[in-house]
């Protein structure tokens, strides 16, 4: 399987919306790690129900955005009632991305007796798959599709910023992601969501 494995995280439901208008051409389909979902209001939740409407996944991303290596009982205190607030408005959760990318074997075994799958970041381990940062890899139309005929598939990010400034390297412009909607389209065999995989 070669299609393009695209997660967005933390709290970002409006920039996601609008990539969704962006690329639904490409029939571009990713899936959106939700952190502090506490924070949420009914224009947020509308926002994520309208974006598993149109095919895309939503997964869970913990309430406190704190890795979870470094909470005291993370599972009851920090992951499970993220899941379930997300589950309560309607959302199906089937996967976890791990807050900062930290994780270690143990969180992974307790972890997929709650999650399907788990998403991290540089590392791979059975049940965890690894994701490049968009934003680090310095995006542009040559890395990207250097990349990607490289093998690298899975890619994250957070914001994507469509008013041509980047801020900061964590937020990739929109441009970078067409690309890689672009590629993925015509040259790869479309997209996965994280429950697929
Ligand atoms: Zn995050």
Redesign the pocket.
């Known amino acids: 399987m070669s299609s393009a494995i695209l997660s967005f ?2 709290w970002y439901e409006k920039s996601w919306l609008a990539a969704d208008v962006a690329f639904r051409k490409y029939g571009w389909r990713a899936t959106f ?1 939700v ?1 502090k979902p506490q924070n949420l209001y009914a224009a947020d939740w509308a926002v994520l129900a309208e974006l598993q409407e149109r095919g895309h996944e939503i997964g869970c ?1 913990g309430m406190s ?1 704190l890795p979870v290596t470094e909470i005291d009982g993370y599972l009851e205190k920090d992951v499970l009632p993220a899941k379930r607030m997300l589950e309560r408005h309607g959302l199906k959760i089937s996967s976890f ?1 791990y ?2 990318g930290m994780r270690n074997i143990q969180t992974d075994r307790e972890l997929l007796n709650h999650f399907k799958i788990l998403r991290g970041t540089t590392d791979v381990a059975p049940g965890v798959i690894s994701a490049s940062h968009i934003g680090t890899l310095q995006v542009n139309v040559a890395s990207v599709t250097k990349a990607l005929r490289a093998g690298i598939r899975s890619f994250y990010a ?1 914001e994507i910023v469509f008013d041509g400034k980047r801020r900061g390297r964590w937020n990739p412009n929109g441009d970078a992601i067409e690309k890689i909607c672009k590629f993925a389209a015509e040259e790869r065999e479309g997209f996965a969501l994280f429950k697929e995989l």
């Open positions: 995280d933390d790690f952190a991303h955005h991305a807050p900062h957070h």
